[in-house]
């Protein structure tokens, strides 16, 4: 089986612009989370989408937003970009039926914020 | 809340050397479950282990090794004749039942094999 995929792998944006990040999870997976990975913060949970729900979200503002598709491809987007938002973005699926699925992480989108 | 301490930022040994990790994690729930990832310098994630709080048996697969003790609420991982291929940043993370596939991630520990 594939793996997950993410595209973009490497973005350079500026201040101010807004960014979509896309994920295809592995074929089955329903579920599909995203993650910020940051120096100062580490890994963080932004939010997790099932069968095109968001099923949880994290301590994020309202800039970040997700989408899952009925194929289970989900993109993130974060609007008006700050430098903070600099940080490597990783997607993971899982099967998700049960809630507590073993997440499988994709290589991640490296953004820099400009 | 869920909170996962890994207290070691940076470990360097040399190759053939044995080295072990250090998980302690804070949860309320009683059934929770427990990872391990390997995040090689390309970045992505790699699943090493999954446990579960009702199994406290110890895990050997290869050179990895995994020590889960609920009394001291550790889930430690330990590297047997390290390899300079074991050179990574390792993360323990942590989950509850409920619903959602949220992990809650220690802050990691870099781990250098120096040939």
């Known amino acids: 089986k594939a793996g997950v995929t993410q595209t973009p792998r490497y973005l350079i944006k500026t201040r101010g612009q807004q960014v979509t990040l896309s994920c295809s999870p592995i074929s089955g997976h329903r579920s599909v989370s995203w993650y910020q990975q940051t120096p100062g913060q580490g890994l963080q949970f932004l939010f997790e989408?099932?069968?095109?729900?968001?099923?949880n979200k994290g301590n994020f503002p309202g800039r970040f937003s997700g989408r899952q598709f009925s194929n289970s491809r989900s993109e993130m987007n974060v609007s008006t970009l700050e430098l903070g938002d600099s940080a490597l973005y990783l997607c993971?699926?899982?099967?998700?039926?049960?809630?507590?699925?073993?997440?499988?992480f994709g290589p991640g989108t490296r953004l820099l914020v400009l | 809340a869920q909170k996962v301490t890994q207290a070691q930022t940076e470990i360097s040994v040399v190759e053939k050397e044995d080295v072990t990790l250090d998980c302690v994690y804070e949860?309320?729930?009683?059934?929770?479950?427990l990872f391990w990832y390997k995040q090689p310098p390309s970045g992505e994630l790699v699943f090493l282990i999954r446990?579960?709080?009702?199994?406290?048996q110890n895990e050997i697969s290869g050179r990895y090794s995994w020590n889960f003790q609920k009394s001291t609420s550790s889930f430690n991982f330990t590297i047997t004749a390290s390899q300079v291929v074991d050179s990574a940043v390792y993360f323990c993370a942590l989950s509850h039942q409920g619903g959602s596939e949220k992990l809650v991630f220690g802050k990691g520990t870099k781990l250098t094999v120096n040939p």
């Open positions: 993971a699926s899982s099967a998700g039926t049960s809630g507590t699925e073993t997440q499988y």
């Open positions: 446990r579960n709080s009702f199994d406290e």
């Open positions: 949860t309320r729930d009683t059934t929770y479950y």
């Open positions: 989408y099932f069968s095109e729900t968001q099923r």
